[in-house]
T-cell receptor, first 113, second 115 residues
Framework: GQQLNQSPQSMFIQEGEDVSMNCTSS?????WLWYKQDPGEGPVLLIA?????ELTSNGRLTAQFGITRKDSFLNISASIPSDVGIYFC?????????????FGKGTKLSVKP | NAGVTQTPKFQVLKTGQSMTLQCAQD?????MSWYRQDPGMGLRLIHY???????DQGEVPNGYNVSRSTTEDFPLRLLSAAPSQTSVYFC??????????????FGPGTRLTVL
């Protein structure tokens, strides 16, 4: 089946630093989504991307849908302690009869005050 | 709106026991799905439903059954629990699951341990 490679697996950074993470796929996606999961909670949608080349911001977060439609990245600027959590990318392909999400394995972010 | 609710929040089972994880949403969403989350594995789709009376298998359906008799509810049944089913289970819903612009909302999860 389709797989997403998400990197890095974990990051330990100083408060105020910028963060960058990315996802790549062996197949094309029509939608890229980025979720954040806090401990003990379900994932919450941060940013959704629907067009190749699209660059979208949500506060300090910026994400891009790669031109090849096989990759996406998420940047967090000036990190703060509440950015701690696990970030997941997810792709959706509308080929065939399914529009289900495929998730990456997550990037665990730790922020040192 | 309560959004997506899941019960129970925690559950411990013995091997071979059966149980049902409950999921409900009050947003009139057509699409509902169940995922399991294991350490280092991300979220994997178990079963999904595009509307009442319609269900289909996801990536890891073995050992699980679902039904969708109403728009609001989408229970997940474990017929004979196995230790490999120890995981955190998330239910999610969205308006249609096929629209280009569509957001999936996740429940808070059920943490299941099978001894």
């Amino acid at each position: 089946g389709q797989q997403l490679n998400q990197s890095p697996q974990s990051m330990f950074i100083q408060e105020g630093e910028d963060v960058s993470m990315n996802c790549t796929s062996s197949s094309i996606f029509n939608t890229w989504l980025w979720y954040k999961q806090d401990p003990g909670e379900g994932p919450v949608l941060l940013i959704a991307l629907y067009k190749a080349g699209e660059l979208t911001s949500n506060g300090r977060l910026t994400a891009q849908f790669g031109i090849t439609r096989k990759d996406s990245f998420l940047n967090i600027s000036a990190s703060i302690p509440s950015d701690v959590g696990i970030y997941f990318c997810a792709g959706r392909n509308y080929g065939g009869s399914q529009g289900n999400l495929i998730f990456g394995k997550g990037t665990k972010l730790s922020v040192k005050p | 709106n309560a959004g997506v609710t899941q019960t129970p929040k925690f559950q411990v089972l013995k091997t071979g026991q059966s149980m049902t994880l409950q999921c409900a949403q009050d947003m009139n969403h057509e699409y509902m799905s169940w995922y399991r989350q294991d350490p280092g594995m991300g979220l994997r789709l178990i079963h999904y439903s595009v509307g009442a009376g319609i269900t289909d298998q996801g990536e890891v359906p073995n050992g699980y059954n679902v039904s969708r008799s109403t728009t609001e509810d989408f229970p997940l049944r474990l017929l004979s629990a196995a230790p490999s089913q120890t995981s955190v289970y998330f239910c999610a819903s969205s308006y249609s699951g096929r629209a280009v612009i569509d957001t999936q909302y996740f429940g808070p999860g059920t943490r299941l341990t099978v001894l």
